[in-house]
């Protein structure tokens, strides 16, 4: 009851959030999320609220992962695994988290995030919103991390996103970002470079920029 007061509280108007943020309203979310990671209610709730405020910007995300926000998170969805809602917005978030800063992508990295978001591709190959997601959080990730691009590859994940391209020919969002996690992955890499062109990404590629000619960010990283 407390988180979705929270949320109520967080998404009722401009003032209302400015009061949340100034009253300790975003680190109580965060330890309610600490406090509570198995609980679906308090996750599905919990992320969607926290979804919405670190897209305010790299001081809201600081805050958040201070108050320990990435473990808080990454327990959340591992210990939710079957709630189709809490790992669309987990996943959200990991890659939201990940893209904004360095020490973010690192922390997330260290606390396992890769096999996290990996499992979560893994268990929901059926439900293609998650699989985009998953696929985003991947991207964010390992993005200009070279440790992260040799741990990524060395889960087997190369094999695993093409899989996930060949099932989703037509979604341009998988396709998307399954390119964009590619495209991070090879890039100044060469190990994973010859792996990506042995699992045919560069016939994979080629068929999306043409299924999605009209797709802005198909064509960007495919």
Same mark, same amino acid.
């Given at each position: 009851g407390g988180v979705v007061m929270l949320q109520l509280l967080a998404f009722d108007s401009g003032d209302s959030e400015q009061a949340f943020l100034g009253g300790g309203g975003l680190e109580a979310l965060v330890h309610a999320i600490r406090s509570f990671p198995g609980d679906a209610s308090v996750a599905l709730y919990g992320f969607a609220a926290l979804k919405h405020f670190i897209g305010h910007g790299f001081e809201v995300q600081r805050r958040a992962c201070d108050r320990g926000a990435v473990k808080a998170v990454l327990d959340a969805i591992q210990l939710n695994l079957a709630r189709v809602q809490v790992q669309e917005l987990g996943c959200a978030?990991?890659?939201?988290? =990940?893209?904004?800063?360095?020490?973010? @992508?690192?922390?997330?990295?260290? &606390?396992h995030a890769? +096999?996290? /978001? $990996?499992?979560?591709?893994?268990?929901?190959?059926?439900?293609?919103?998650?699989? =985009?997601?998953?696929?985003?959080?991947? @991207?964010?990730?390992?993005?200009? &991390?070279?440790?992260? +691009?040799? /741990? $990524?590859a060395e889960l087997?994940?190369?094999e695993l996103i093409a899989k996930t391209l060949k099932k989703y020919p037509n979604d341009a969002s998988i396709q998307a970002y399954g390119m964009a996690a590619y495209q991070s992955m090879a890039h100044e890499h060469e190990e994973n470079n010859k792996n990506i062109i042995s699992f045919q990404g560069i016939g994979l590629a080629t068929s999306a920029v043409a299924t999605h000619h009209a797709d802005a960010k198909v064509q960007e990283f495919g």
């Open positions: 978030i990991v890659a939201d988290l =990940a893209w904004g800063d360095e020490g973010h @992508q690192a922390s997330l990295v260290a &606390n890769l +096999k996290v /978001a $990996l499992r979560t591709l893994t268990a929901h190959m059926e439900v293609p919103t998650i699989q =985009a997601l998953a696929l985003a959080a991947l @991207q964010s990730l390992v993005c200009s &991390n070279e440790q992260a +691009k040799t /741990a $990524l087997g994940a190369i």
